[in-house]
């Protein structure tokens, strides 16, 4: 076997990342956090791409299913929240970054 190449790992990942998305959506049901938590995954990937306006919107559905499933106040909805700070600040988007904050 030869090596892999890094572009290649990263079309695995993403791969495997929208399998986990789809398995989740159709075995358990769209909405539930084990959806929210494959997508806040491939958001993160995104995001190291400096593909920050897919990884945005990944971010703000994430942040949506934990928020309904499993509360306001739950460890995971402040991982997404400092997720989508991460994004806002590297894109410079201080207005909505405040917006955000103002919720807290």
Do not use: W
Request: aromatic letters at 12%; hydrophobic letters at 40%; glycine letters at 6%.
């Amino acid at each position: 076997m030869g090596i892999v190449s890094k572009k290649h790992l990263t079309v695995i990942a993403f791969f495997l990342t929208n399998c986990a998305i789809t398995f989740a959506q159709n075995n358990i049901g769209p909405g539930h956090p084990d959806e929210a938590a494959s997508l806040n995954n491939l958001a993160v990937k995104y995001y190291f791409q400096g593909k920050y306006s897919q990884a945005e919107i990944l971010y703000n559905r994430a942040l949506e299913i934990f928020e309904e499933s499993l509360g306001y106040n739950h460890p995971y909805v402040a991982t997404s929240l400092n997720n989508m700070g991460l994004l806002l600040v590297s894109r410079e988007n201080m207005l909505k970054l405040n917006l955000y904050c103002k919720e807290l």
